[in-house]
């Protein structure tokens, strides 16, 4: 039998991809431009996975999904905090990984390659409507929400393929998104964003 863990991570997180906004992915509609260039980051605000604290680490995932996101075959490279320790790395890949349950392990069963796990210096930051992460040499983005029609903030609830179940997912548009490691090369602006807090347990 499976060893079972107990754990939980709560805090924010967005995403940006190559999509019209928004992006049509989310509702099992093929990608804008046929394949879909996407890139997740997280900011862990707290979280344990048994007795191991995880609160205030960052965490990256590049996927490329070749065409209709539902039918799988997605290849992913997943980015962790240098300030982690090898310990908070190997739970946070367990988790990210989708070993251990929870809605990583649904988006995981997506993923037919996994092209490699790295430690690196990441800069999250959250600033009013705006969302960003740098990844030295590797990736760059920016997305800032989109206002509904009484200026608040666009959102989507439940849709049936997303990041985040846990809460509705506020509509952004990408003002930066570069992306180059392993064989990808990306350059991408005034695309999808989402962005929202999360919370993922088993």
Not at 90 to 111: C, D, E, P, Q, R
Request: aromatic letters at 12%; hydrophobic letters at 35%.
């Amino acid at each position: 039998m499976a060893e079972k863990h107990n754990w939980q991570l709560n805090g924010t997180y967005f995403e940006t991809c190559n999509c019209e906004t928004a992006c049509p992915c989310v509702w099992f509609n093929p990608p804008s431009e046929g394949d879909c260039k996407l890139f997740i980051a997280w900011h862990i605000d707290t979280g344990h996975f048994n007795d191991l604290p995880l609160e205030g680490l960052n965490v990256g995932l590049a996927c490329f999904s070749p065409g209709h996101m539902k039918d799988g075959n997605w290849q992913v490279a997943l980015y962790l905090d240098e300030r982690a320790n090898q310990a908070q790395q190997k739970a946070l890949t367990t988790i990210y990984g989708g070993k251990v349950g929870g809605h990583l392990a649904v988006l995981m069963s997506f993923v037919g390659e996994v092209l490699g796990v790295k430690t690196v210096p990441m800069e999250y930051k959250e600033e009013g409507k705006k969302r960003s992460l740098v990844i030295p040499h590797i990736a760059a983005a920016e997305i800032k929400a989109i206002e509904d029609t009484s200026g608040r903030e666009a959102t989507i609830t439940n849709p049936p393929l997303c990041v985040v179940p846990s809460h509705p997912a506020v509509v952004a548009r990408s003002k930066k998104y570069t992306y180059q490691d392993f064989t990808f090369n990306w350059e991408i602006s005034d695309r999808n964003g989402y962005f929202s807090p999360f919370t993922y347990q088993p």
